[in-house]
């Protein structure tokens, strides 16, 4: 097995790497930021007897999941409630952040998914992880905490790996 | 809207023994009542009388139906007035006519369809008899009188006007209630023989208080002596005075017992009682009541027992059970406290279960317990649930059939002829408690 070989085979697996890395990262956050938009619609249904639909007027309720601008929630309603609880946290600030969240979500998991200024995006993926960490330190949600230092992790691996990063719109920063 | 209603006469129906006063129960509704005829149009014109605690609950479950439009509403407490009017306001963006005496409102309004009763007790005789008269179609709330004279003053005022006259026993509209009857007691016979009925309303004692008010907002003294209040109390509270309803057991046991009637299609035979001031010393109907009615069916006797307790809710709320020999269906307005059993011994249900009239229920853990003997014990009956729930607000299927009757296109499920006979053996419970004796009912108890 020759040297260049064994390097250009690594090389293809840190750009392999680095790839599922930025979209198991991308994938992530686009969804969660897409989830804030969820909300489900409650319907009644007619309840069928012999095949057939009642006559009497029987309803079965039956919930569809569906998306919509008006149905956004960056931060969740029973987390909120103990937030402004927390003397540390201010409610502007809450408020600001409960709007700015799914939004940021969405357009940094774009931005790492496009390779637009990957390394800039991560860093700012981090912060804001790093910024929802501190607010489940805040209310001792220990499991949360741990589950985020390892999407942490991920980040800092991505990043180190971003200079074998390949098929990216803009490759500054 | 105007309409004028086609009358069947029931004379001979009126004048059969207390065991044909059950034919129209045994009948099924829908066959012998009346709807009104002609041609439907947009809007129907209702006045609201009373606009108390009950005629809210009706004007929102009424602000759910299409082409009604609320042309006056009738209170003697300005308070409620002003609600009223505000209220129907919000909804159809004017403001109706306001009235504190129903005499000035009929006289003053024109060209109204309808109205809906929702006074005192001792005023929905009086109330629904002078709006028939006036020519309109009347849902009133039950209990139909405080007295029996004044129930039957209402079933011969609709008959001589002709026009509907719905009593709001609201569960007669209910599907839940509509399909157990039809499709499960009757179509299917799951119960198999019915030979117990077993109803129940506990209420705590906290949601049996006086009501208060403001003493700012009362009525001046010689309005409530016009309208029958000694005073401002009496007018809050007029449920426990003798004079003006009929007590805890028709307040509350007229649904049920209601519902002990039309499920058997016969009125009882006979009615035991024994009430008493157990905790509301100074109230004048009993604050507790216990009942037995024995009835004859074709399938043979049945006990109805029946309590209404104002000052305990355990035992599992409100509901009416109808225990047969293979099954028992304990039924209520609440969903939840609704729950179907089927005997050991009984038919399978699969079939009924795969085509979709009943669902079965997770089954109950088998308890192991030291303190069972086998012998005493028998096998525990398998849960089941009906299939589906209503989806509206209780009130609201029987206020659609009133205005579907009105515009011709149904038949009253619970006109006051129906209601009558449903109601009339429970004007002889207080009576029987009152004098611990048993009242055997013949017609001159129970018809009209």
């Known amino acids: ?81 103990k937030f402004k609880a927390e003397p540390l946290m201010s409610e502007a600030m809450l408020r600001l952040y409960d709007r700015v969240l799914g939004p940021a979500l969405i357009v940094l998991g774009v931005t790492i998914l496009l390779g637009i200024a990957s390394r800039a995006s991560l860093f700012l993926l981090g912060l804001l992880y790093i910024s929802l960490t501190w607010g489940l330190i805040l209310i001792k949600q220990d499991e949360g905490v741990a589950w985020l230092g390892v999407h942490m992790i991920m980040v800092v691996m991505a990043l180190v790996l971003a200079e074998h990063n390949r098929f990216t719109l803009l490759k500054k920063w | 809207m105007k309409m004028e209603t086609s009358v069947i006469s029931r004379r001979d129906f009126i004048g059969k023994a207390a065991g044909g006063i059950g034919a129209g129960l045994v009948l099924g509704a829908p066959n012998i009542l009346r709807a009104a005829q002609g041609e439907a149009s947009d809007k129907i014109h209702v006045a609201l009388v009373g606009f108390g605690k009950q005629g809210k609950v009706l004007f929102d479950a009424m602000s759910n139906i299409p082409g009604l439009h609320f042309q006056a509403v009738c209170d003697i407490w300005d308070y409620n007035l002003k609600g009223g009017i505000a209220k129907v306001r919000a909804l159809q963006g004017h403001t109706p006519k306001g009235y504190a005496d129903i005499d000035e409102m009929l006289a003053t309004e024109k060209g109204l369809d309808a109205a809906i009763v929702a006074t005192p007790d001792f005023w929905h005789s009086p109330h629904t008899v002078k709006c028939l008269e006036a020519g309109l179609h009347v849902y009133c709330e039950k209990m139909m009188a405080n007295t029996i004279e004044g129930a039957r003053a209402m079933v011969r005022a609709m008959e001589k006007t002709g026009k509907l006259c719905q009593i709001g026993h609201q569960r007669r509209s209910n599907p839940r209630y509509r399909f157990t009857l039809e499709q499960l007691i009757k179509g299917n016979r799951i119960c198999g023989q019915i030979v117990n009925i077993n109803g129940q309303w506990n209420r705590a004692v906290s949601s049996s208080q006086d009501i208060g008010y403001n003493p700012k ?18 007018f809050m509270n007029w449920r426990t005075y003798r004079d003006l309803s009929g007590g805890p057991i028709s307040d509350l046991g007229a649904h049920q017992i209601d519902i002990f009637n039309w499920f058997l299609g016969v009125p009882p035979k006979s009615v035991f009682a024994s009430g008493g001031n157990d905790y509301f010393k100074t109230r004048e109907h009993f604050d507790n009541v216990m009942t037995i009615f024995d009835y004859e069916t074709p399938q043979g006797g049945v006990r109805a027992f029946y309590q209404v307790l104002t000052t305990t809710s355990a035992g599992g709320g409100y509901y009416e059970s109808f225990m047969g020999t293979e099954a028992t269906i304990q039924i209520s307005e609440r969903s939840a406290f609704t729950n179907i059993y089927r005997e050991s011994s ?60 009105v515009r011709g296109k149904a038949a009253l499920t619970c006109d006051a002829r129906h209601a009558f006979e449903s109601e009339a053996p429970i004007y002889w419970v207080n009576p029987s408690a009152l004098s611990r004796q048993p009242i055997n009912l013949t017609a001159e108890h129970l018809s009209v």
């Open chain 1, 1 to 81: 097995m020759s040297t260049e070989s064994c390097c250009g085979g690594n090389k293809l697996a840190l750009v392999f790497a680095s790839m599922l890395l930025r979209l198991w990262l991308a994938m992530r956050a686009i969804q969660t930021g897409i989830e804030k938009y969820a909300g489900s619609k409650a319907s009644q249904e007619a309840v069928n007897i012999d095949g057939a639909a009642n006559s009497y007027g029987l309803t079965a309720s039956a919930s569809v999941k569906q998306y919509a601008l008006e149905n956004y929630h960056g931060v969740p309603q029973a987390l909120m409630e």
């Open chain 2, 217 to 234: 907002l009362a009525i001046k003294p010689e309005v409530l002596a016009r309208y029958g209040f000694k005073d401002m109390h009496q």
């Open chain 2, 346 to 405: 009984a038919p399978s249900w699969d079939g009924l279960v795969s085509r979709g009239f009943l669902k079965r229920q997770a089954a109950a853990p088998k308890a192991q317990s030291a303190d069972a003997i086998a012998s005493y014990e028998s096998a525990a009956p398998e849960a089941y649930a009906l299939p589906g729930d209503l989806s509206k607000p209780p009130h609201q299927p029987h206020l659609e059939n009133f205005f579907d009757a």
